[in-house]
Every structure is written in C-alpha cells, then in structure tokens.
C-alpha cells in the first residue's frame, strides 16, 4: 500500500510514544524513518518500530532516552547515549558539532553506549543544510570479517559524508557501509523468500553464497575486498574505542535480545566559512559536480548520478505519491497500534 510520509510519521510517533519515548525525541526518530523510507532506504525505516518494541519488551533498551554529557570542550563533546534511542544521541551530537564548528571551525562529538541510529545520511544533511561538511560514522554488532578470515569481527561499519552546494535543492550525500552491502539488505531478502546476488555474502565456511540465511550466518563481503576491511576497522576505533564504548565483536546486534548493544558513533561538522566564503565554495563545488555530470558516459549509460542523488529524487517521489509499505510491514505497525491502544490505524 502507499501511504502519505505525514501519516507514516504520525503512526510512528503513536507507536514511539507507546513505548515510553518522549514527544521531542519520537518526532526526532520518526523524522529520521520516514525519511529513510522516502529515500527508498527502507531498512532503516519503519521495520525498526517492530524491533525497538521486542527490545522494550525485554528490557533491552531505556526509554525515554537519557542522554548524559560526560566531556565538553570548546571543539569536543563526549555524550553517554544511556542505551536509548540512537537516533536521538547522534540528533543531539550532530546539532552539539555545528555549534561548535560555528565557533571553532571544526566541531567533534562522539557517543558510547547508544544503538542503532538509522539511516547516516538523515545527520550529514543536518550540517550541509548550515553550510558546513557532515560527517558520520558509527560501528555496529560483528558481520565483516577481517580480510581472509571467515568469523565475523566488525560491523558493517557505515559513514556518510555530506557536502553543501550541489544543486540549489540538495546536498551531494555520500552514505555507504563497508561492506559491499548493508546487512538489513540480506535480512530483506530473507524476509521477502529471495535470493542474494552472488559477490554480496559468505556462509560460514567462506564461500561466496545466494542464500541469504546462509549469508546471515556466514559473514558480508567488504566493500574493495581488504580495502573495505581496513575500513571497517577504522571506522570501529574512531566510533566506539575512542568513544569508551564497545568494538569488534564485542558490539551486539539490535535484532536479538542479547543484550545493549553498545553501539559507538563518531560526528563532525566543519564549517566551510571558515576556510573560504560559503557561496564561493558552493560556486566551486556546483561548477564541479556539473563537470563530473557532463564528463564523456561508457557505453549504454545515459546519465551519471553524484552521490545521493538517486535517493533524493525518491525522496520528491514520495511526497507527492506516497510511501509503498509492503503488506508485512503494515500488519506490523498496525499490531503495534493496537496492542499501544493507539486509535490510529494504516489502511
């Protein structure tokens, strides 16, 4: 069925105020979903609402969520995410980075102990949208193994970075895990009854697989082989050992009551005034993603996308014609409603 982002958002928040969230931050965590749904990045959409409520159930995560500042710098801020809303600490870490940019060029928070914070790109924009550099990280619960093992140690372990200045509209967006692959990829797949492309995933013995619950035992495939796999780690030391919180295999998944996962998160803003007028750049940058655009094409390719721009043109989709939701995932949301007394029903 489609159905209109508004009323998407408004069963969120139903569903996120049910389960104990505060009114500011399920607006922040609804925002967040239903844009990842409108950018066609629909596993870091509203299936989280199913998971969120199985993990209150079993008292896997605090609601509402108690963020705690435990440093603050002129530049720097560490936040304890109080194994809350993810979505909520990186809001606040990325909203702290700007004001700190705004005054030091450069602004950096990290976050320990928080969970999933969705779709990456939803924080980047944030800092693009006031005319600076975003740039996010976060680690998450083992599924890539270093290159040339067959266990698996790091998360997918995805960033994003967003530019201001690549169109009047919208910011260029890079969003990517370091896997070739997200994981909640394989998990759709496996939802749906299909089959994986070959390349995506190994089973446990490290061959390549199409199955995806082979592929959800086994391990994913790095993005560029060992250069993803080097990347992976990176990304695991800046966001959760320097963060103090957890890293490698020790982070747990969201999707299994095994405890907080203990999620990391690293954010930046950088604010491009202070390096050279905002219009001057974005004239730059503008003039450059046109050249990138225009440049000669292979064969039997008609148009070249710049990062994010696929999605952001879903995202105009959406608006005017709605949000499809398969069956499943509206069965899903409309148990919540119920079962949280909600009156609110997608139909």
Known sequence: ???????????????????????????????????????????????????????????????????????????????????????????RAMTMGIEKARRCGVGCCLIRNTNNIGFLAFYTMMAAEK????????????SVSPWGGAQPFFGTNPMSIAVPGGSAEAPVVLDMSSSLVARGKIRRAHRMKESIPLGWAFDETGNPTTDPAAALKGTLAPIGGPKGSGLAMMVDVLAGMLSGSKYGSDVKTFHQPEGPTGVGVCCIAIDVEKFMPIENFKSLFRSYTETIKGSRKASGVSRIYLPG????????????????????????????????????RLS
């Open 1 to 91: 069925m489609k159905i209109q982002p508004n009323r998407l958002k408004e069963a969120a928040i139903h569903i996120l105020t049910g389960l104990n969230a505060t009114a500011d931050e399920a607006a922040v965590t609804a925002e967040s979903l239903i844009r990842a749904e409108m950018r066609g990045t629909d596993t870091h959409g509203v299936v989280f609402l199913k998971l969120l409520a199985n993990r209150v159930d079993t008292q896997m995560v605090n609601l509402p969520t108690q963020l705690k500042i435990i440093k603050e710098d002129m530049a720097t801020g560490l936040i304890d995410g109080g194994n809350g809303l993810g979505q909520v600490a990186a809001h």
């Open 131 to 142: 005319g600076m550099v975003g740039i996010i990280m976060t680690n998450g619960a083992a």
């Open 309 to 344: 721009e696929i999605e952001a043109e879903k995202e105009k989709s959406s608006l005017k014609d709605g949000i499809e939701i398969p069956p499943g995932t509206a069965k899903d949301l409309n148990d919540l409603l119920e079962k949280l007394k909600s009156p609110l």
